[in-house]
């Protein structure tokens, strides 16, 4: 999230703060990563310290053109990977504790595989209902991409219609500008019993309940847009 970044850069600042872009070579990596790791931090935090490194210095050299070479920046080996969805039980107690704005969220999450980002921003001028489409413009990596939209998609939009002239999904009759993982989803998180779960993790379950029923990975690869 873009709280997520700021943190991040905030954290990086006392290694790069006063460097120049071209100054940022494989010692300072390297200096960023035994700081670290002398504070105790594990593989996995690092490595998300790295990757945002690294994605900025590659916008810097390709998309900016401020530098011409940027140093190798290598993720550390020995990170456990995170794989955590919900079952089909589980997403029955959450969605019955989310308030009916988050719940509709969430229902919509689960049925498109659709990111937080990309369902606040969603616009009804983007959808057809009769179609059963909806074209996304915000996505992460900034291609338009189209959704089709499954029973239970549609469900959720036809409740949504009439609520907000411009955008689907609504709090009081307002846009949601903040991000979905505010006091209310971690609310509806510990009256569901859920831990160690994430908006994201969403996803996560349209995708693992996709392969379950026997979608393709080539499939599954066009419908999330990877």
């Known amino acids: 999230s873009y709280r997520d970044v700021q943190r991040i850069c905030r954290n990086l600042h006392p290694y790069l703060g006063g460097l120049m872009l071209n100054h940022i070579n494989g010692d300072v990596v390297w200096s960023i990563i035994q700081g670290e790791m002398k504070k105790g931090n594990k593989p996995a935090t690092i490595n998300r310290y790295l990757s945002l490194l690294r994605n900025l210095l590659r916008t810097a050299r390709d998309e900016w053109q401020w530098i011409d070479s940027?140093?190798?920046?290598r993720l550390l080996l020995g990170e456990v990977e995170r794989d955590r969805w919900l079952t089909r039980e589980e997403a029955d107690r959450l969605l019955a504790v989310c308030p009916?704005?988050?719940?509709?969220?969430v229902r919509f999450a689960l049925a498109t595989g659709c990111r937080a980002r990309e369902i606040l921003g969603l616009e009804w001028n983007r959808v057809d209902l009769n179609r059963g489409t909806a074209w996304l413009n915000l996505t992460k990596n900034g291609t338009p991409r189209g959704v089709p939209l499954n029973r239970d998609a549609l469900?959720?939009?036809?409740?949504?219609?009439?609520?907000?002239?411009?955008f689907c999904f609504t709090y009081r009759g307002e846009p949601i500008k903040a991000n979905v993982s505010n006091k209310g989803w971690f609310s509806a998180l510990e009256k569901a019993g859920l831990h160690d779960f994430r908006f994201h993790d969403l996803r996560h379950t349209w995708a693992s309940w996709h392969r379950q029923a026997g979608t393709s990975c080539d499939e599954l690869k066009d419908l999330g847009g990877w």
């Open 70 to 73: 940027i140093p190798k920046v």
């Open 155 to 166: 469900a959720v939009l036809e409740d949504q219609v009439g609520k907000h002239h411009q």
């Open 100 to 105: 009916p704005h988050l719940s509709a969220i």
